[in-house]
């Protein structure tokens, strides 16, 4: 799960690293470079596995070079001792796999953290060696695009932000109860109907390219969640006939609930839409939903009654939701995707394939008590309950965050392999435009540390004074984090 | 202390009015006003006491034209119904007082949350009658420019935003222990030694001209807060002697308390300041703070202890507290000003002037005994104990706020008349210009609806319906305001 980082900086570092990087030092002699922002350039190392025509990386070298030179950098204490002039910077990958590719950014941001910016303008580097590689490979932040629409460039900056932050998974929460952005090629009634705005509050099919274009760019996967049999009231004017008629007596009440478990035609619509979607997200992984199916709807309605009775579930409606869920995972298998669901699958006992995701978020038991019964059954694990960072209190609430530890669980060594990582999580209620970056940024930082640096990695102290100082790099990058306490950073008002 | 709003609109709601106005009806017979932009104007009613030359109302009259015909303004249902044109505006005074003056923004800044947009794009106003005076007279909001300093654009904007919700008062806290950034005439040296930093992190005598004129123009006083003797760690180093030097068993450890009382030297410096302060802040009011003296480094000094001695204190360190708050108060009085004070100054018992005002804060007893003992004392009182907008919680917060009713306690009639208003409070700890707005607004909007309408007025739901169409016209004025809830605005990708 963890892979090095072909990246080694023989250099030494002016600011702190966040994340923290697993080795840091500073080589004997110490010493420090200049960068002339007129000479330096990024190259290929000689027998470099990575060369020249790789577009993750030349897209970086582009990004990284408008950052290290950018006019918002926080400029430090006064240049001293003795300087050697660093006219480039070599990468050397050691073989092309896909996990050095993506590496190789991650360091690039190293890189442009260690570069610091004397009293004079002139950039340096201290020389600093670094070995890194992420202790957990899912390093994920979750975007609620539903309950409150997010435009194409708050998400596209989210992604630049959580590139600086080394997250490498982008989960999409796209549709869900209040909405249904998601233009659809194959049912365009779902967002025609659905959408808060079906003209501006959207996400149409160049949209949605674009958006994986450019987190592959900076290294992030991205997962769409289509969460399915419950929260997609919003689906159900787009889709007559896709959700359960809710009963009050013998009548239709007029009011819909989860998806209808019951009719052909339900796995016909999901399946043709899933085909889509599998197509239009190329990751491996959908993240499946089936979190918080609330079964009053079902148990109102008699069609669904004699449908128990006939399969013989007797009054146990989560054997209904089981049924749901086993022929989605069969329908998302075999279009050739991986799953991801919510712990309440596991927890209602579904019949899980043997490589299923099972993503912990609940605090109605503890949250560790449920990482070990999830990996105990021989489920790999995502942790999410801690980090609800939608869930917003007074005072340095990142700090909570922080002191996570999520293999702090009663398991085997083979259980705790188990855990892939986790996710912070930004639901909607209470976020749009207008708040998100600020309520995400640094806290999401907490996360992202946690989860890519050695778990020895706990000092609040040390993590605060790196973390208010990777803030004031993130204001220079014109990204509008908040403030973790009191104090200034010498570059604020450059872009507000 | 209710002054009535010299404005009757003969016309009737297409939106909601936040705040709520004290009578609000539709005539018999309703009927709806286009407002063409090309031929709509303000202007004088004949016979009215004030006319052209007022430069308080000749300002609004170009704000609320550009307010009124934004491209950003929301689009609201199609028009219907017989229609009017209405080329003009015209406002009517019974008399030139400072108070009608100031209710003319009021009234426009009604006019202009009436007056709708059809989905042609074509404005009007349905036909509405409005009486409308504010319940308290004072009605602030406090933002603190040292635990993190704004600048001067974020404190104007906020200004505009406090007019569009009828606050009149700006309390601003300006000085504190982290900085200093009020650059004076007098000591320059306290800025250049306690702001942040002494270049870009201070306001110049221009920039607070600027804002004093600014908000003059919003109907809106502005209140400074010199806080002394506690909260002043920022002034020492450009002050030598005026800080209480703390001891270590027999020597000055090298730290520093509150303003040191004893001196005779602190009463001359105190007197230039305030001197300064009182001609650069014209409203009648200083807020001299006085909460919080921490009299750990007063008991540690040994010049201190013999002070108290000859003066006859014995260990009651709040006698010498009252000594330097007293000698605060004649000095602020002789320049003719009147003083608010945090309410542990009332606490501690210090004798105050019969005009004082008393500003409730703390929640370690019951902010509404202190209110009754307070105004039960013959003292004016303002509350601001539920309105610490700083402290955050999760979900729809600003519920509490609304739901406060400031004359809430036991006490006479005489008692309920010396509360004059309140305040809402943004403490910068976690608050700089990131996040200032978004958490800002329109949280405080339920303190202005509180301290402006009938105490009548409490339904949340109706509130709730009014506040989210009202913050969705501040996302058409370009204020970055958080969602109360789950949903939209048809124009909120104007200005983000």
Redesign the interface.
């Known amino acids: 799960a963890q892979r090095l980082l072909a990246v080694l900086l023989l250099l030494q570092p002016a600011a702190a690293v966040w994340p923290r990087p697993q080795v840091q030092r500073s080589p004997p002699g110490g010493g420090r470079c200049l960068l002339p922002p007129a000479r330096f350039r990024f190259g290929h190392a000689a027998g470099s596995a990575v060369g020249p025509g790789c577009t993750v990386l030349e897209a970086a070298f582009q990004r990284y070079r408008a950052l290290l030179f950018a006019a918002g950098r926080p400029t430090g204490e006064a240049g001293g001792g003795a300087a050697g002039g660093a006219g480039a910077l070599f990468l050397w990958g050691t073989h092309v796999e896909k996990e050095t590719v993506c590496g190789f950014p991650a360091g690039l941001e190293t890189f442009s953290q260690l570069v610091g910016r004397d009293q004079n303008g002139t950039y340096y580097i201290n020389k600093t060696e670094i070995v890194d590689f992420p202790r957990f490979p899912h390093r994920g932040l979750l975007l609620d695009t539903s309950?409150?629409?997010l435009?194409l460039r708050a998400i596209l900056e989210t992604l630049d932000v959580m590139a600086y932050n080394k997250f490498n998974v982008f989960h999409w929460h796209i549709v869900d109860d209040?909405?249904f952005p998601y233009e659809s090629s194959t049912f365009p009634e779902l967002s025609k109907q659905g959408a808060?705005?079906a003209m501006?509050?959207v996400y149409t099919a160049g949209d949605v390219r674009t958006v994986v274009e450019h987190a592959r760019l900076c290294g992030i996967r991205v997962i769409v969640e289509f969460d399915t049999p419950g929260h997609t009231l919003s689906w159900g004017p787009g889709a007559p006939g896709l959700l359960t008629p809710c009963y009050s007596g013998k009548h239709p009440s007029g009011t819909y609930g989860p998806i209808n478990p019951i009719l052909n035609s339900t796995y016909q619509f999901v399946t043709s839409l899933f085909q889509e979607v599998s197509s239009v997200f190329p990751d491996f992984f959908l993240h499946l939903g089936g979190d918080e199916v609330d079964f009053t709807c079902w148990k109102s309605n008699p069609e669904i009654h004699a449908f128990m009775k006939q399969m013989g579930f007797g009054e146990d409606y989560r054997k209904l939701e089981s049924f749901y869920i086993q022929r989605l995972l069969d329908i998302v298998s075999s279009l050739g995707k991986g799953s991801i669901l919510w712990q309440e699958v596991f927890d209602n006992g579904v019949k899980l394939r043997p490589d299923s995701i099972i993503h912990v978020w609940k605090s109605s038991k503890p949250y560790m008590d449920e990482m070990a019964d999830v990996t105990k059954a021989g489920y790999q694990a995502l942790l999410s309950t801690p980090w609800y960072l939608?869930?917003?209190?007074?005072?340095?609430d990142w700090m909570a965050a922080y002191q996570v530890e999520p293999l702090k669980f009663e398991g085997s060594a083979k259980q705790k392999d188990l855990v892939i990582g986790g996710e912070a999580c930004m639901w909607?209620?209470?976020?749009?435009?207008?708040?998100l970056?600020?309520?995400l940024w640094p806290r999401a930082g907490a996360v992202a540390e946690r989860l890519w640096s050695n778990a020895s990695v706990r000092s609040l102290q040390d993590a605060y004074v790196r973390l208010a100082a990777f803030r004031c790099q993130l204001?220079g990058r014109g990204v509008?984090?908040?403030?973790?306490?009191?104090?200034?950073c010498?570059n604020?008002?450059g872009g507000?």
Chains 1, 2 share one sequence.
């Open positions: 309950r409150h629409y435009p209040p909405s808060f705005n501006s509050h939608n869930r917003i209190s007074y005072g340095q909607g209620e209470y976020v749009d435009v207008t708040n970056t600020p309520r204001l509008q984090a908040q403030p973790l306490y009191v104090g200034y010498e604020e008002f507000f």
